[in-house]
């Protein structure tokens, strides 16, 4: 079992930036597909990126989020920009099982999350 670990989450104010890490145990990090997601108070858990053959973004983070990784170190990367406060959520790094594609576009209903991170807080208040 995958031990994922999500660091970088704070307190930030609106217009700024933060750069979360997530740190996968295993030798096998580099064939799975990986994510964020974001769980805000009172609400649903929320597909927020994806890094597979290509990257994939939630519509109100694109353009201002970036996803990449880093196989050598065994790390996946969440860079956010010009936060706003509903940007406001714990973020939970993903390890997929399956992930899934429709018409090019990420399938949320269809993609299957394998591993969950512990989460990290990310606030956005002035």
């Known amino acids: 079992q995958v031990q994922l670990v999500e660091s970088g989450g704070g307190l930030v104010q609106p217009g700024g930036s933060l750069r979360l890490s997530c740190a996968a145990s295993?030798?096998?990090?580099?064939?799975?597909?990986m994510g964020w997601f974001r769980q805000a108070p009172g609400k649903e858990r929320e597909f927020v990126a994806a890094?597979?053959?290509?990257?994939f973004y939630a519509d109100s983070v694109k353009g201002r989020f970036t996803i990449s990784r880093d196989n050598a170190k065994n790390t996946v990367y969440l860079q956010m920009n010009s936060l706003k406060p509903e940007d406001t959520a714990v973020y939970y790094c993903?390890?997929?099982?399956?992930?899934?594609?429709?018409?090019?576009?990420?399938?949320?209903?269809?993609?299957?999350?394998?591993?969950w991170g512990q989460g990290t807080q990310v606030t956005v208040s002035s």
């Open positions: 295993g030798r096998t990090f580099n064939n799975y597909d």
């Open positions: 993903a390890q997929y099982s399956q992930l899934f594609t429709t018409g090019g576009d990420y399938d949320v209903r269809m993609s299957r999350v394998g591993s």
């Open positions: 890094i597979s053959w290509r990257n």
